[in-house]
């Protein structure tokens, strides 16, 4: 049995390769034979495995018909966004391309069932709904509508939600009392809901070519230059009774930008952007 112990402890092959190689200063494996160098250590490279791309962010544009609507909608599906949107109508009337690309819902926001099927796998929700007429109908559209807007896509989950209200500009709002009441009841909604997502952006007048019926008003004959002159004249907005006035136009090219930015950025901040945060964050890349 002694002789059998012996022969084992003295035959390299029997010994695991850890303890019959040392490494030399050059790097290379040098055996316990001294009579023989093995050839370098070769590393076999790990097999690359096909990780599936994130899934892609699925983005509810409400009101996507309208003025400030499309120009999201357009901006979101540039980004390589999925695209939805809601709104009375349905299918937007304008016929350019782009719309072919967005799925359209047909429903009424006053009505708590009309988001049910079109939040179904959404991420994130951006609301353009807002209109005139009497204080009663501005409050229900552009704070009630709104409102159960926040509450759906809440309690569905939804990350993110970007409300774009309006500026405040003094005498106006006494004027327009129950856009700005509704406005106003919607961001308290919104902050409250989604303390950590919800963004509102507060454009004063929004300027762009506009499509009404089968024209084209080109707003941006009177609001380009007005914004370039009053862009940078912030100190007159604070003026008493007039100085609400001189808040500059913006562009809805920016708007829609900056809307969509929020509506997908994790580290975008919550909370409310003023018209000259809108122009800072649209020109950053």
């Known amino acids: ?19 019959t ?8 494996l040098l055996s316990t034979d001294s009579n023989k160098v093995d050839e370098p250590l070769k590393v076999q490279e790990a097999e690359t495995v096909d990780v599936p791309p994130p899934p892609t962010e699925k983005l509810l544009v409400l009101g996507g018909n309208g003025f400030v609507g499309s120009h999201v909608c357009q901006e979101a599906l540039n980004r390589g966004l999925s695209v939805s949107s809601l709104s009375r109508s349905g299918r937007s009337s304008v016929h350019d391309s782009w719309a072919n690309s967005v799925v359209w819902h047909q429903g009424n926001l006053l009505s708590s069932d009309s988001l049910k099927d079109s939040l179904n796998g959404v991420t994130a929700v951006i609301s353009c709904v807002g209109g005139f007429g009497s204080n009663s109908y501005m409050y229900k559209i552009n704070g009630t509508a709104n409102i159960n807007a926040i509450r759906s896509a809440a309690e569905q989950g939804v990350k993110r939600f970007v409300y774009i209200s309006a500026a405040d500009f003094g005498l106006v709002n006494y004027l327009l009392q129950g856009y700005y009441e509704g406005k106003r009841a919607a961001e308290t909604e919104l902050l409250t809901r989604f303390p950590y997502g919800g963004v509102i952006l507060r454009p004063g007048f929004i300027h762009g070519t506009r499509q009404v019926g089968s024209m084209k008003l080109p707003l941006g004959v009177i609001g380009a230059p007005l914004e370039m002159i009053l862009q940078h004249a912030k100190p007159l907005d604070r003026v008493p009774l007039v100085g609400p006035l001189f808040i500059p136009p913006v562009n809805v090219t920016s708007v829609a930008k900056v809307a969509v930015r929020a509506a997908t950025d994790p580290v975008f901040p919550p909370g409310i952007i003023d018209v000259y945060g809108i122009q800072r964050y649209s020109q950053q890349k």
Do not use: D, K, Q
């Open 1 to 19: 049995m002694r002789a059998i112990i012996s022969r084992l402890l003295h035959t390299e092959s029997s010994l695991p390769r850890l303890y």
């Open 21 to 28: 190689v040392a490494f030399s200063r050059n790097g290379r």
